[in-house]
């Protein structure tokens, strides 16, 4: 989720209790804007605009009449078809069977569990294809196990697809965790924000001794990657099938806007599966 996004949500810094958290979360509040204070553009809405053609611009502005206001939501909604038009046209181009093999089933080698922040697409960042990445996005990559939805997609990935890769992918500049860092009660989202809560307390002392707050963030962000990879790790499912098959193995990647690289945390798998086994093992 944007930090803009959420920035919104978020307390005056003198209503605030957590005095460690609190420089943080001035700044978040001070870089916040109101949700409707984007920019974009557009394509005007017309039948006759062929799919690629160029579309002219036109930008939101919360100043606009609600009459603007619909042209603006049509215009926006039309361009994506006209968008996916042109795709698809382009892939024929390319290989007139695309789709006809798309159809046929999928054999994806990865599960990408990602955060679903709007600037992170899987397959545009790694150039990966339709058909290659099973894809799972939630607020801030979280791999909670009373989540039935991502612990569905884990097991249909694992024991139906047979992914050979199983990926949770961050972010630096996440602002789920950027809320989970602020002690504000945030109504739906705290539920899910104490899964972040949770692996500050767990990693307390290394980033209460990180002095910069912004490198004290990032450092969240990587943690809460190696902990969503530890709780991918503890299902019934990837230890079974990597006990019999030597596949999947987890990996912790972290995305930088700075740079549109892509970070690797080289999650020791093996050992972190010896590790939880301990207490975790559900082979048998
Ligand atoms: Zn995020």
Redesign the pocket.
């Known amino acids: ?2 930090p803009a996004r959420l920035g919104f949500l978020l307390l005056p810094a003198s209503r605030r209790s957590f005095s460690r958290f609190a420089p943080l979360a001035c700044r978040t509040t001070a870089a916040s804007s109101p949700v409707l204070s984007f920019s974009a553009t557009a394509p005007r809405a017309s039948k006759n605009t062929p799919a690629n053609s160029a579309p002219a611009k036109s930008s939101w502005s919360s100043a606009m009449s609600s009459d603007d206001v619909s042209k603006y939501l049509q215009q926006t909604h039309d361009s994506v078809f006209a968008k996916n038009k042109a795709w698809a046209a382009k892939k024929l181009g390319e290989d007139p069977s695309f789709f006809e093999k798309l159809a046929a089933g999928q054999e994806p080698e990865y599960l990408w569990i ?4 709007s600037r ?1 697409p899987a397959e545009q960042i790694t150039g990966l294809e339709p058909g290659q990445a099973f894809v799972h996005r939630n ?3 979280l791999v909670c196990n009373i989540d039935v939805n991502v612990m569905a997609v884990i097991n249909y990935a694992v024991e139906h697809l047979h992914v050979k890769h199983i990926v949770v992918c ?2 630096y ?5 950027k809320a989970a860092m602020t002690p504000k009660d945030l109504g739906l989202l705290n539920p899910w924000l104490r899964n972040i809560r949770d692996v500050y307390r767990l990693h307390e002392a290394e980033l209460d001794a990180i002095t910069d707050e912004a490198a004290r963030y990032n450092r969240l ?1 990587e943690l809460n990657v190696v902990e969503q990879c530890r709780n991918v790790i503890k299902t019934a499912a990837v230890q079974k099938s990597y006990a019999g098959n030597g596949f999947p193995i987890v990996h912790g990647w972290v995305f930088d806007f700075h740079d549109g690289l892509l970070k690797d945390l080289n999650v020791d798998f093996k050992k972190i599966l010896h590790e939880i086994q301990k207490i975790y093992n559900l082979t048998e």
Do not use: L, Q, R
Not at 173 to 177: A, K, L, N, T
């Open positions: 989720m944007p990602g955060c679903s922040d992170i607020i801030a990559n961050g972010h500049g996440c602002g789920g965790v962000v």
